[in-house]
């Protein structure tokens, strides 16, 4: 009886694993072809400096229309090709996609705009993600400072000193760096002094739920004072309502994002944002 239960278990075990990797070898096929094709693009949504309401920057995200399957989030597929090494294709891609653009917005007069760009931990240390840049930078004509890197603080774990070298010399170079999705990670504030971060990015979950006399509403004007202290500037996203922007508006929030103040856009209409808005924050 015993002897079955575990080759049960065992067969089950091996079928869903196997299930696993025949998706995850189709979706590298997949990823394959797409790029090839030239299916990947990136959105831009704007990062605004709350207290002038001016725009700070753009956010670059990555965005994959598949011709069957519609539009297919960053999130189903990013995680995967960590994994299979896809994903410095993809970091290559979004760097040539995000820089060419920022060239062009240099060119019609705002090169006071920050363009933001995820970067995945594992581009981070497996490749010469410095010399990459560099080149871009010169092909482009644009500054470091007009440059900042989000990275997820939970990608730091796997190799903390190698990550913390890389980032250094980028930072070093001129280029901000953003720790993103802050406060979801476990270690945030034992390596935050370590990390060499102008920048961090409150997650949205903190955002969410965030009302007026809210317990939310205390923890995220602790959270900027915190970034504060540190001598860090402090971005919200995912602000979805006036009264949460009229929050970080009091808390002294640095920047913020999200769909009240606009949803990401492609290139074409960012610049009827940028229109809109009275002028690009310049620099301080
Ligand atoms: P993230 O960097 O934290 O990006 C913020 C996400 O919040 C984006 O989702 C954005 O579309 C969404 N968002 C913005 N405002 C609001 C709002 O008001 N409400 C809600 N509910 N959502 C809002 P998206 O585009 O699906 O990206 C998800 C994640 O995928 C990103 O999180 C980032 O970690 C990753 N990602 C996106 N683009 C790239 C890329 O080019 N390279 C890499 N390595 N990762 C990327
Ligand atoms: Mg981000
Ligand atoms: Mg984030
Ligand atoms: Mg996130």
């Not at 969410?208 to 995220?220: P, Q």
């Not at 202290?229 to 009229?246: D, M, P, R, S, V």
């Not at 808390?251 to 940028?274: H, M, N, T, W």
Request: glycine share 6%; with cysteine; proline share 3%.
């Amino acid at each position: 009886h015993m002897k079955n239960k575990g080759k049960n278990g065992y067969t089950f075990y091996e079928n869903k694993m196997g299930k696993r990797i025949l998706e995850n070898a189709f979706m590298v096929n997949q990823i394959r072809k797409a790029i090839e094709k030239e299916q990947f693009s990136l959105h831009y949504q704007p990062i605004i400096d709350i207290e002038s309401n001016t725009i700070y920057g753009a956010e670059a995200l990555i965005r994959w229309f598949h011709p069957e399957r519609g539009y297919i989030p960053p999130m189903d597929y990013i995680p995967l090709i960590e994994e299979t090494g896809q994903i410095f294709d993809i970091t290559s891609l979004v760097l040539q996609i995000g820089f060419k653009q920022k060239m062009i917005w240099n060119e019609k007069g705002y090169s006071n705009l920050k363009l933001s760009l995820n970067i995945s931990s594992k581009s981070l240390v497996n490749r010469n993600i410095n010399d990459e840049i560099e080149g871009l930078l010169k092909r482009y004509n644009i500054k470091p400072n007009e440059i900042i890197l989000e990275i997820t603080e939970t990608s730091f774990m796997d190799n903390i000193d190698n990550s913390i070298n890389v980032l250094t010399k980028l930072e070093k170079s001129g280029i901000g760096i953003s720790l993103d999705d802050f406060g979801t990670g476990y270690s945030s504030l034992a390596q935050l002094k370590r990390l060499p971060v102008h920048n961090v990015k409150m997650d949205r979950e903190f955002i969410r739920t965030m009302k007026r006399h809210s317990e939310e509403e205390v923890i995220v004007k602790s959270i900027i004072e915190l970034a504060h202290t540190l001598g860090l500037k402090i971005t919200a996203e995912g602000i979805e309502t006036e009264e949460q922007k009229n929050i970080l508006l009091e808390g002294r929030c640095d920047y913020g994002q999200g769909y009240y103040l606009s949803k990401p856009v492609e290139a074409s209409s960012f610049e009827g944002i940028l229109l809109n808005y009275k002028k690009v924050t310049s620099y301080e």
